[in-house]
């Protein structure tokens, strides 16, 4: 597995990396047989260390964790102990997933866009319609089964996720709802 170990603005240690490479391997390799590589990325915030920590599973999916800790240690261990957690709230499925699954998940490329907020009380009645772009980006749209979308979308941590449908070949998507299920639009 290959790992990309960095800090923002913070220097990182050849001891600390040594520490992230050996238990974040070890956790890993209990539940997926064949990851990729890991990004670590150490951070400040106020008085507290956070560390990010982002795998990739050679079929696609990826899994994510965030810890806050007063010391850098003890927010890498949190951020591994979080991974843990999800990865074994997994396993079953991402076994499963890996022995129906020969070839790695199929990526197709697709623009995103961040748009303007409109919070400005001074005008009215804008111009135009047209909101204002304010960045745009290159995204992957993964070829997805609906039960590995909710689980690659859990295992991110994000509340939404938009991937073409396996099944029907269509775009589809699973979000979070309020009152804690999970909810799939399937048009």
Known sequence: MRYQISGKQIDIGEALQTHVQ???GETVAKYAQRPTDANVVFSRSAHEYVCEATVHLS????????????EIYAAFEACVEKMDKQLRRYKRRLKDH?????????????????LASDESDAEPEPDSLQPMIVAEMETQIPSLSVGEAVMQMELAGAPVLVFRNEGKNGLNVVYRREDGNIGWIDP
Do not use: M, N
Request: hydrophobic share 35%; proline share 3%.
């Open 59 to 70: 079929t696609g999916l990826t899994a994510q964790a965030k810890a806050h800790a007063t």
């Open 22 to 24: 050996t238990e974040l």
């Open 98 to 114: 890996h022995k129906d699954r020969s070839e790695p998940v199929e990526l197709l490329g697709a623009s995103s866009y961040i």
